[in-house]
């Protein structure tokens, strides 16, 4: 069995995403990071950086908090969703890695400077909407020659990516002009695993981009 901490944001809804794909039992413990639970004594000996999502796997007594650490943990557990062979292996990674030192940093700062900041600076405006469209090309050219981020099959790169795309609509961008990263983000929200773990640790709707 295992535990997951989270909460309803693009890093949290991974590993639930993750969990539901593999079909893995878990329970689901809600961490409210607008009410500052992730400094709880509990929860910072599981996730000592204070972020969610963490896990603990009771099977192996594992614990580990980084979303990327966790995927790459429940992908190896499981022989699914990370490819066995050296050249899709090393490119899963490149697209994962991309994705936790760039598209989620960065587009985070997006929804702080773009969506939520209430003094607004044009100068912080410009530089997060120009970084997430810079982001959305990256996307839409990799997924132009390619089904997936990683080549042909759905990965953990892909499930790393996506929620933060769900996000688009506090990203400043124009997703009309990606038909690439569009494509590929409807054919992720159809899965029914992505919609069961969508919806962890609260309801939720999955965005729908129009164009
Ligand atoms: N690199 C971490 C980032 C996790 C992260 O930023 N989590 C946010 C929610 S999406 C959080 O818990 N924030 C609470 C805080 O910063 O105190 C990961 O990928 O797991």
């Known amino acids: 069995m295992i535990d997951l901490y989270t ?9 639930s995403i993750m969990l539901e794909e593999l079909a893995l039992p878990y329970r689901v413990h809600s961490i409210n990071i607008t009410k500052d639970e992730q ?8 996730s000592p950086n204070n972020k969610i999502p963490a896990i603990v796997d009771h099977d192996t007594q594992t614990s580990l908090m980084e979303s990327g650490a966790i995927l ?6 499981c022989g699914q969703l990370l490819a066995a062979d050296e050249a899709t292996h090393w490119r899963t ?24 900041n209430p003094t607004k600076s044009d100068y912080a405006t410009e530089r997060y909407a ?9 996307l839409d050219k990799q997924l132009a020659d390619n089904a997936y981020l990683a080549g042909a099959d759905y990965s953990i790169a892909d499930i790393a990516t996506w929620p933060w795309i769900a996000r688009f609509e506090w990203q400043g961008v124009d997703f ?15 899965r029914p695993a ?11 709707a999955i965005p729908n981009p129009t164009g």
């Open 93 to 116: 990674m490149e697209w994962l890695m991309w994705q936790m030192g760039g598209a989620g940093p960065m587009l985070g700062q997006a929804h702080h400077f773009v969506h939520f």
């Open 130 to 138: 120009n970084e997430a469209a810079r982001l959305y090309r990256v």
């Open 39 to 46: 400094f709880d004594g509990d929860f910072l000996r599981i």
């Open 194 to 204: 992505v919609q069961r773990g969508f919806v962890v640790p609260s309801p939720a």
């Open 176 to 190: 009309s002009q990606y038909p690439n990263a569009l494509r590929w983000y409807r054919e992720i929200a159809a």
């Open 7 to 15: 909460w309803s944001t693009p890093n949290g809804r991974k590993v």
């Open 72 to 77: 790459l943990y429940l992908a190896r557990k």
